[in-house]
């Protein structure tokens, strides 16, 4: 500022109130001076806060004689509560700086007689902290944007970061220059004060200088520890027997989520240099083949527990404005400080799976989100806060391409269950390149999940033997563990898969739609009325508007 010509810089927040922070090459001239000149009465280089004091200094600032003088209004985004609604006194504030700024006139300085004013300078978060009417088409008024640090920045101010922690001196230069790389790449979009803060943490809890990743996560998602070091790769190796106890018949889907699965793990995703997610999957199928099964599943392989998962039904986010439910109200709306859904869930859990439900029934401005958590990995909630996703596994599942439009815009079977997997697989592919290139035009969504899209086959027959198989079991063992014994006739068993397999264009969910009305509900009833646990042998079932089951003595 003194090399621009500026005499005094004065500085003012409503907390610390008004100080001297830079005087011109003269220098020279008493602090409280400088401050009486703007009507202050200070005391050691300060003087008090307050909306009134500033209006005031304004005021004499703008008349004021001799040389050029610059106030700088510090945290001026919190000189008002709400922009949109001001308070008698911030209102008058405003207007006073407004019609000042009018009045102003500049005049020539130094040698080569350069016009310059008393200058303000407001700093905000952004533009709409200060009232509209005093920033717009106000020609008075300039609009200075300083962008977030950028890659050259960082890196300048990184060694000097780095040095205070420990390790930070006496460390191989290769092991610096790797430190420096990771403190560069896990911080990209963060402020100069947020690097500052990483390491002061990492000084606090004594992080060496070659972990300083762990202090990034720390500060980023509130952990330090890395949780996908703390799974045991046996469990990972072991993920195909695991997962194809649940999931059946589609030994390829398997495959493939394992493969993103174990990219998370080693950290071969690419998240740790580029803040995205750890993993993305895009499943697509038909209904009832295993989709949400298998996230369900990868979640308890992961973390012990398939309700780990954070769930949401996009068919709940159809409206325009249901994005405010994902991230949360802005200011001055219902719900502002409630926060939003997903970036509370996220918060509280940054190491989850996050499955998005039938996406494409989510309003296409919820996508614009997601294309956020893809590309950055981070989404502001409502209060403007930050959310991180480096951490997380995105699953998205849909049905898309399994039905078309027809001429007349009807809605007719784009594959069956007759078609080859292969053909399947293409035409699905095809449906969803086209929906989100075409329809939604947002081609950019489906670069970022990439080759990830995984293609689920129908449930063909002999798949929806074995399922039909394990289902029965499974409802014959809570029978057992409940105290009635129940087995089935050889002659049961075939008239069952006959009625349960015999439309499979609802996969696995309509197998167990039938089970329940040809096997639970009449075996509850056969129970209830026998009145004593068994053994019982299930010898026939008998079809009809009710089924019913032909139970006889297992003694």
Known sequence: MAQAGYADVINFNLVDGFSVISQGASGGRDPNAVLGLLGLTASQGRAAAGIDALG??????????????ALVIDFASRLAVRPEALSPVEHHLFSRALVLAQA?????????????????????????????????????????????PDRAVRRAIAPQLLRGLSGGRDQA??????????LVDGTEGLLLMDLSAITQLARAEGVRVENIGDAIRRYKVGVTEDAWKKIEPDKIRGGEAFIARRV?????????????????????????????????????GPTGVGKT????????????????YIRFDMSEFSAEHADQRLIGAPPGYVGYDVGGELTNAVRERPFSVVLFDEIEKAHPRILDKFLQILDDGVLTSGRGDKVYFSEALIVFTSNL???????????????????????????????????????LNR????????ENIIVFDFIRSEIGTRIFEAMVAGVLADAAAVGHVVSLSPKAQDRLLTLCTADLSNGGRGIRNMIEAHLINPLARALFDAGRPGPFVIADVVDGPVSTLVLKDGA
């Not at 902290?129 to 944007?145: S, V, Y």
């Not at 099964?293 to 780990?308: I, R």
């Not at 081609?443 to 990439?450: A, D, K, T, V």
């Open 443 to 450: 081609p950019e969504i489906l670069n970022r999940i990439g």
């Open 173 to 182: 230069p290769q092991v610096l220059a790797a430190a420096e790389d990771e």
């Open 248 to 284: 059946i018949g589609q030994e390829h889907a398997v495959t493939h989520m394992l493969d993103i699965v174990k990219r998370a793990a080693t950290g071969l995703s690419g998240s740790k240099r580029s803040g995205r997610p750890r993993g993305v999957a895009f499943l697509a």
């Open 56 to 69: 005031a200094a304004l005021e004499r600032l703008v008349g004021l004689e001799g040389e050029p003088v």
């Open 401 to 439: 391409g399994v039905y078309r439009a027809d001429e007349s815009g009807g809605r007719v079977a784009n594959v069956g269950p007759g078609d080859p997997f292969e053909q399947v697989q293409a035409r699905l592919r095809s449906e969803i390149e086209v929906h989100f290139k075409q329809v």
């Open 293 to 308: 099964e298998l996230a369900k599943s990868v979640t308890e392989l992961l973390f012990g527990d398939e309700t780990a």
């Open 104 to 148: 102003a006139s500049a005049r020539p300085v130094g040698a080569e007689r350069s016009p310059l004013f008393n200058t303000i300078l407001w700093v905000v978060d952004k533009e709409g902290d200060l009232p509209d009417w005093l920033t717009i088409n106000n020609p008075r008024l300039r609009h200075i944007p300083i962008a977030t």
